[in-house]
């Protein structure tokens, strides 16, 4: 459970991508009634849990997506993961999941990048700073000052879906909202954004399941 100043109601959240189940709730709201709201709707948590895909472990023996295609995870030598010859090599031990995820960060970071200057070129803007974080709920965003933030889960997108979200934002530095000029100018940088975003809805919880943390020490 979360308080909230903000929050002015009862709201409910079931993460694609570990399952964990947030009840946000107002500062003054009594806990017997936020756990009353959940209860009240118990089948919905069940439904959405049911729904989620498993959590899938980015380790030595695992087929980890790059660009949408599938890439098989072998031991490699050195002390990063590397993407050589459609396989990503990675040294053994409890490290693989935070190395795998720097290499696909690093990757994500260049393709982003390009997508935003190339789009950017198009519309006569300059993009502020570029940083790529791990959200939740959103795929990127663009601040009022121009800076633009990714997910780097992107980069296990097909390319075509990491080019959409580049253009979504970029999108932004000419109209600061979500209006039907906002979606031309979306248009217009990429014409498919519409099956784009279907994707995203569709397949996003996917790349959300993917888990690169270190397994727990015993």
Not at 14 to 27: F, N, T
Not at 33 to 45: C, G, I, K, N, Y
Request: aromatic letters at 6%; hydrophobic letters at 40%; proline letters at 8%.
């Amino acid at each position: 459970m979360r308080r909230s100043a903000r929050a002015k109601r009862f709201s409910l959240r079931v993460s694609r991508s570990d399952g964990r189940v947030s009840l946000s709730l107002p500062q003054w709201a009594p806990e017997a009634e936020a756990l009353a709201f959940l209860r009240a709707r118990e089948d919905w948590v069940r439904r959405h849990l049911q729904d989620a895909p498993p959590p899938k472990l980015a380790r030595v023996g695992a087929m980890v997506p790059i660009c949408g295609t599938l890439r098989p995870v072998e031991s490699g030598a050195g002390r990063a993961a590397r993407f050589d010859g459609g396989v990503i090599h990675v040294p053994p031990g409890p490290r693989e999941g935070p190395r795998i995820k720097a290499l696909l960060t690093a990757l994500a970071r260049d393709r982003l990048a390009s997508a935003v200057a190339r789009h950017a070129e198009t519309l006569g803007r300059v993009p502020g700073r570029l940083s790529l974080r791990d959200p939740r709920s959103r795929w990127g965003s663009c601040s009022a000052r121009g800076d633009l933030m990714f997910s780097w889960r992107l980069i296990m997108a097909p390319p075509e879906i990491l080019d959409y979200v580049a253009a979504h934002e970029v999108a932004h530095l000419a109209e600061m909202n979500h209006s039907a000029a906002f979606w031309a100018v979306c248009q217009q940088l990429c014409p498919e954004t519409d099956r784009h975003r279907a994707w995203l809805k569709a397949h996003g919880a996917d790349l959300l399941s993917w888990r690169f943390d270190s397994p727990p020490s015993t």
